[in-house]
């Protein structure tokens, strides 16, 4: 197991990812149907929700004191959820003046994501795709480690049910808000 060290810091030499063309497939598909359990103990679809949507997919979210996998910082990618999540938190008011609703989304279960949205005070809902319906259905990137299925790091941009933007890969990790609040800022182009 890898130390956790600063959760909210990339340390710095890690690998980064590059487009492997894994969601190239994404742009312009509607979503179908599935309801995720999110961390308010409600189920959303978020094929159902109308106008922008922000759904920032990360790997892992690391707990204070608790080990990250083995090898973790030599995946390239996989290291950064807690600071991007804190910058969706940061810009969150922002993206909402832009028009867009902000989720996480993990596949780790609702209970443990619920103890990092307290932690790190976020100001929405964090979707749980424990079962891997939402992977499944857009045929997301994941990789293995440790027996768990976890998603590549990416960001979907949603508009009435269709995916309009793709942020893929994702580095580094706490600077993907602000490239969503100024693609969102250039007017969605």
């Keep these: 197991m890898t130390e956790t060290g600063d959760l909210y810091e990339v340390p710095e030499g890690l690998p980064e990812p590059t487009d492997d063309g894994a969601c190239d497939h994404l742009p312009g598909m509607r979503l179908s149907p599935v309801a995720l359990p999110a961390t308010s103990g409600e189920r959303v679809d978020p094929s159902r929700l109308p106008g922008r949507t922000v759904i920032y997919c990360y790997p892992l979210t690391g707990r204070p004191g608790e080990d990250l996998p083995r090898e973790w910082d030599d995946i390239p990618g996989a290291r950064g ?3 991007q999540s804190c910058a969706f938190r ?3 008011a922002e993206l909402k003046t832009l028009g867009a609703r902000v989720f996480g989304l993990s596949t780790q279960s609702t209970e443990y994501q619920r103890e990092a949205a307290e932690r790190l005070h ?3 809902e964090l979707l749980s795709d424990e079962k891997l319906a939402f992977v ?4 997301l990137p994941t990789f293995e ?3 768990m299925t976890l998603i590549k ?4 941009v949603i508009y009435d049910g269709r995916i309009e933007r793709v942020f893929y890969p994702v580095f580094p990790p706490g600077e993907n808000a602000w490239e969503v609040v100024e693609w969102l800022r250039r007017g969605a182009a």
């Excluded at 499944?136 to 045929?139: D, M, P, R, Y």
């Excluded at 790091?153 to 979907?156: D, G, K, W």
């Design 81 to 83: 959820c807690t600071p």
């Design 136 to 139: 499944e259905a857009l045929n």
């Design 90 to 92: 940061d810009y969150h």
């Design 145 to 147: 480690v440790e027996g």
């Design 153 to 156: 790091r990416l960001t979907l």
């Design 122 to 124: 976020l100001p929405f």
